[in-house]
C-alpha cells in the first residue's frame, strides 16, 4: 500500500482513506473481537446490575514527554477514573480529532502505545472514531477515551467517616512537572519522568486486601492532591487533617516547584491514588500498596476530621497549620 | 454568581471555575441521578447480556447551522448509531474540548440543546469532562460523545442477503448542504435545514412491525448513501443495486449539488437510515417508515443482489449502469 506520510483530511471523510487508517492502523494494532465487526457500535458483554462509565479527552502538549505519551496517558487516565470507584474496567472506546499534517508515524507510534497500556491494564479497546480538522484547527492530536467498568462499588465521598486515615501509593507531582520540564526544554541532573500508569491491579489488592474498608478513592489528576481534597472535604462535609511532612515529593519535583513558583500539592499527577481506609484497616492498606510495584512509595498522608468541615487543612512541618484551599485559575495547561 | 463572560483556560483546570462551570451549567440543564453524583466515574443500571458502545467527535464548523447545532448533532449522532444496531440507547457520556475565549452564552445554548436533544431522545448524559485549550489550539469546541445501548441485536452487515430490499427514512443530502450554505453565506429561495434527528423511535417502531426480518441499518453520515452502501457491498461480500430515480433528494440539495460539483449521494446525513430487510417484509416496512414522522419520505431504493459481489451499481434514469465508487478524497469537511 503506498501509504501518506501524513494525515488529510480525507483520512476522516468516512472513504477510502478513512477505510485503509481503520484496516491499516487501528484494526492492526489494536485487534479484538469487537473491534473487528467495525460496526458503528461494538457489542460487548456485561453482567448484570451495574456498570461504571467515565470519560475523559486528552489534550496533553507535547504529545511524547518522560515516562509516557497521549496514548498511554489516554488509556491510563480512563482505567483509573473507573478503578477508584471499585470498578473492574473492561471496555475503552477512543476518539481521536486529528490536526491535519499529523506525520503518519507519529499517529502509529500513538497507537501503538494505546495498545500496550490497553495489554498492561487487561481492557480491550472496542469501538473508536476519527475525525481530521483543518490545519490550526486543532493542536496535534487530542484523544477522547471513555470506559466501560463492571462490578463497581459504592465508593465515594459520601462513604468517608471522621478518623478515616488517608493514603497515597506514591510521591506526588510527577507528571505535571515531567511534561512541564519537556515543555520547557529545562534539564536537571535527576531525570524525571511521570508516573502514568494503570492502577487497575494495585487496586484490586487492596481491595482484596481490605474488604468493605476502602470508603473512597480518587487519582488526583488536574488540580492535584489540593483538588481532589478539597472536592472530597466539600461534598462530604467532613474536614481533612494532612501532614505536610508525611508527603512523599520526589527532590526533583520539590526543586523544580520552587524555582518556577508551584505548589507540588496543586500539580497533576496520572499514577496515583488517594485512598480513605477505615482506621482499622490503615496498616494493612500501606502494607498492601508497598508491596506492588506502583506504591512503594505509599505513605499514610493524613486523616478525616469531624473538625474544620469542608475545608483541608495541612499541619505544617512546624507544627502549625494552613488551609490547602481549592486551586483557582490554570497552573499548568495541556499537562493531560 | 459573577460568571465570567467567556472560558478560561481556569475553567478546565480542574479547581474553584470548573466546579462552578460543572455546577451551574452541566449540572442545571443535565441534571439526573448518575451525574449528580460528580464521581469519576458514573454508575448506571444495565440488564445482564450484551451491550453496545458506539463513540464519535463532533467537530462541526459552524457550530450552530440551519436545523440544529453541534450539541443537537453530538446527541442525535450516538443516539443514531446505538439504534442502527437494533440496541435503545439508554446513556451518554459528554467530553467537550472548548478553546479559550469561546463566549459562555454559546456554551451554554449548546448544552441546553445537548440537554433537550438527550430529553427527546429518552437518553442521559451520565457524566462528561471539559478541556479548555489555549487560543488557536482548537476551533471553538469540539464534543466527544459515547453512548452505551441495551439489548442489542446481531444486525450487521453480515446479516445482509441477496433478495434484501434497501430503504431510507427520507431525503438525501439534507445535513452536509444546510451546513455548507451556512458557511459558504449562500442563499436560496428554498430554505434547506439539516434532518439532524434521534432515529431511534422510528427504528423501535420498524424492529416492532418487521420483526427478524431487518437485517443491517445504518446512518449515512459522512461519505453519504455511497459510503455506507459500499461499506456494505464490501465487508458482506455482495453485489447492490441501487434504482437513482427511487433516491428522494431534494430540489435544494439537487440545485445546490449540480451548482457546486456535488453528488447528493456523497453528502452527510444526520437523521436518515438505511434499511436493509427481508423482501417480504418490504412494504410493511415502508408503511411503517412513512407513518412515523421521521420517515414521511422513506422510499425503497435498491436490492442486495448476488450479481457484482463487492460493487454498488446505480441503474440510472435511461435504465444505464453505473459504479458508485467509495468516497475518495475530502468533500465536504468539518460538517459532523
Not at 473507573?82 to 499534517?101: F, N, R, S
Not at 487496586?203 to 474488604?211: G, Q, R, S
Not at 520526589?250 to 499514577?271: H, I, K, M, W
Request: proline residues 5%.
Amino acid at each position: 500500500m503506498n501509504r501518506s506520510a501524513i494525515i488529510t483530511l480525507a483520512h476522516g471523510s468516512g472513504g477510502q482513506l478513512s477505510h485503509e487508517l481503520i484496516e491499516g492502523l487501528f484494526l492492526r494494532h489494536l485487534n479484538n473481537e469487537a473491534l473487528a465487526e467495525l460496526n458503528d457500535a461494538a457489542t460487548v458483554a456485561v453482567p448484570s446490575g451495574q456498570i461504571a462509565l467515565t470519560t475523559d479527552s486528552f489534550v496533553v502538549s507535547p504529545l511524547f514527554f518522560p515516562g509516557g505519551d497521549i496514548g498511554r496517558l489516554a488509556v491510563c487516565g480512563t482505567v483509573n477514573d473507573l478503578a477508584v470507584t471499585g470498578a473492574q474496567p473492561k471496555y475503552l472506546c477512543a476518539g481521536l480529532i486529528i490536526e491535519e499534517g499529523l506525520p503518519f508515524e507519529t499517529l502509529e507510534q500513538v497507537v501503538v502505545s494505546m495498545a500496550e497500556t490497553a495489554r498492561e491494564a487487561g481492557v480491550q479497546i472496542v469501538t473508536g472514531d476519527t475525525k481530521v480538522v483543518g490545519r490550526g484547527a486543532a493542536d496535534g492530536l487530542f484523544i477522547n477515551t471513555t470506559g466501560v467498568g463492571i462490578h463497581p462499588l459504592a465508593l465515594g465521598p459520601r462513604r468517608l467517616r471522621p478518623g478515616d486515615v488517608l493514603l497515597v501509593n506514591g510521591t506526588l507531582g510527577d507528571h505535571g512537572i515531567a511534561v512541564l520540564i519537556r515543555r520547557e526544554g529545562l534539564s536537571f541532573d535527576a531525570p524525571l519522568v511521570s508516573d502514568c500508569a494503570p492502577l487497575n491491579d494495585l487496586i484490586a489488592a487492596l481491595l482484596a486486601a481490605c474488604p468493605g474498608d476502602v470508603h473512597c478513592m480518587r487519582d488526583p489528576t488536574r488540580g492535584g492532591l489540593a483538588a481532589t481534597l478539597n472536592e472530597w472535604a466539600w461534598s462530604a462535609g467532613v474536614g481533612i487533617e494532612v501532614d505536610e511532612q508525611a508527603l512523599p515529593i520526589r527532590e526533583t519535583v520539590r526543586s523544580v516547584c520552587e524555582l518556577l513558583g508551584f505548589d507540588p500539592l496543586y500539580v497533576a499527577n496520572e499514577g496515583k491514588v488517594v485512598i480513605a481506609v477505615a482506621p482499622t484497616a490503615a496498616e494493612r492498606a500501606l502494607a498492601t500498596l508497598r508491596a506492588h510495584p506502583l506504591g512503594r512509595d505509599a505513605a499514610i498522608i493524613g486523616r478525616v476530621a469531624e473538625m474544620h468541615a469542608g475545608r483541608v487543612v495541612l499541619e505544617t512541618l512546624f507544627g502549625a497549620h494552613r488551609l490547602l484551599s481549592m486551586p483557582v485559575g490554570e497552573l499548568l495547561p495541556r499537562i493531560c
